[in-house]
């Protein structure tokens, strides 16, 4: 129940793994990166440092981060083939899968990164997938609205050029909010890593078969995109329109998410290991009040949300089974009040996540693990004999 694994002896790569990147403890709900915990990072530390440290185990002086700035900037021009596959996809579709395909898309303009055999050639596949990714996410937008594509600007940091690569049109150039930055800043911290959830497993597990970065990467955001995963923060957003749409009542939503009858879930409440508050979740309910008082933003959306909690909370059923607000539940209300289009919800947690899958595919690769094989318990027929047709 809490996710606690063995590792098993008689099977190497069995489906566990042992890691020195992300610890967490579901029941006492603490989450540390590299042995640093979430709260003081969240607060003292920037963006990059983060992803610096989850990569390479340290956080970084001041050198060595600019040097690891400087050399994602090589990396932030994406081929311009690459459009042409940007445009094969309808206007509507679905902005992660549009990122999935075009991570995938990079290793066939970038063969060189598919096998890293030295120190080096893995840092250039880390810079390469860190610059690039961040470009052709924001592209997944710009289709969708019809505008044309921006590009990175190597004069502004990394948090602020994805605000102007989203929303920079040629006849107004974007005017920054520095709250803004300070704030997704923040949020891409929290999201950073996880250990081993769904869409990073998913990540160690391609990349054990030597499949390459931006194919493990794209395989990443394929398994994030589910609404039970990085989906929920989409899903979330949507469940509170409809609350709020259908007069507010959360008792309502909170019965229906108890009965068994009903698919409904609670989105952005449970956790497969934490039995206790996400500290994430506990630090983006604070930011949320502090972003939307900065920017003036008065959401109905965020107090139905606290109504939602505190009925939830104080309910037998959700007490009993330990389930508490997770990092998704908070996070959308926040991104709503930042302009940010709710269908581009779980691209950003992809952005965010996207340090932590990189230092997990690099741990697993230099560590030369074997390729990933789950085991089974098998549960179907016993051995038994071919039967004619005519005799079934
Ligand atoms: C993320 O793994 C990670 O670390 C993921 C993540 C990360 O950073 O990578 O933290 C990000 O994915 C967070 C989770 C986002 N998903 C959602 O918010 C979707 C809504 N939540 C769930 O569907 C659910 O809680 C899961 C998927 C997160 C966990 O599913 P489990 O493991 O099946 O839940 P469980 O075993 O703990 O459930 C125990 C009971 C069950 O009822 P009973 O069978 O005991 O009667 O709790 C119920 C569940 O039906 N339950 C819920 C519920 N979540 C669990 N009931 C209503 N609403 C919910 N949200």
Redesign the pocket.
Request: glycine share 12%; charged share 25%.
């Given at each position: 129940?809490t996710?606690a694994i063995t590792l098993d002896p008689g099977y190497k790569n069995s489906g566990s793994c042992k890691s020195e990147i992300t610890f967490?403890d579901g029941e006492e709900g603490i989450l540390r990166y590299r042995g640093y915990s979430i709260e003081d990072l969240a607060d003292k530390a920037d963006f990059l440092e983060v992803a610096y440290l989850l990569i390479f185990g340290e956080l970084p002086n001041q050198a060595q981060l600019d040097k690891f700035e400087n050399d994602i900037r090589k990396h932030t021009l994406v081929n311009e083939e690459m459009k042409s596959i940007l445009e094969g996809f309808p206007k509507t579709a679905h902005p992660m899968g549009v990122l999935s395909s075009l991570t995938s898309a990079l290793t066939a303009f970038n063969p060189k990164s598919v096998n890293v055999e030295n120190e080096k050639e893995m840092y250039d596949a880390v810079c390469k997938t860190m610059g690039k990714f961040l470009v052709i996410a924001t592209w997944t937008y710009r289709r969708r609205m019809g505008f044309p594509l921006n590009y990175y600007d190597n004069t502004k940091g990394y948090v602020e050029n994805f605000m102007r690569l989203m929303f920079e049109i040629p006849t107004q150039p974007y005017k920054m909010d520095q709250k803004i930055v300070d704030a997704l800043d923040k949020l891409f911290i929290l999201?950073a890593?996880?250990?081993?959830?769904?869409?990073?497993s998913t990540v160690r597990i391609v990349g054990s078969s030597h499949a390459g970065l931006f194919a493990s990467i794209s395989a990443g955001v394929s398994a994030?995109w589910?609404?039970?995963?990085?989906?929920?923060?989409q899903?979330?957003l949507e469940m509170l329109e409809e609350i709020n749409n259908n007069g507010g009542d959360v008792a309502k939503y909170v019965l229906k998410?108890?009965d068994?009858d009903d698919p409904?879930?609670?989105?952005?409440?449970?956790?497969?290991?934490?039995?206790n508050f996400?500290p994430?979740a506990t630090i983006i309910k604070k930011a949320a009040d502090d972003v939307l008082d900065a920017l003036g933003v008065d959401d109905p959306l965020l107090d139905i949300a606290k109504q939602l909690e505190k009925v939830?909370l104080e309910d037998e059923?959700?007490k009993s089974?330990?389930?508490y607000p997770?990092?998704?539940?908070y996070s959308g209300i926040i991104y709503r009040a930042m302009g940010i289009p709710v269908e581009m919800f779980t691209v950003l947690?992809a952005i965010g996540?996207l340090p932590g899958w990189i230092a997990q595919w690099k741990e697993m690769r230099t560590n030369k693990e074997p390729i990933g094989r789950p085991r089974q318990v098998y549960t179907g027929s016993p051995s038994r004999s071919f039967k004619e047709v005519n005799q079934r």
């Open positions: 129940a996710g967490l999201h890593d996880h250990e081993q959830n769904c869409s990073t994030l589910g609404p039970l995963h990085g989906g929920a923060n899903a979330v998410a108890k068994k409904f879930r609670l989105m952005g409440f449970g956790h497969r290991v934490y039995k996400d994430r939830a059923y959700f089974r330990n389930l997770n990092v998704d539940f947690f996540r």
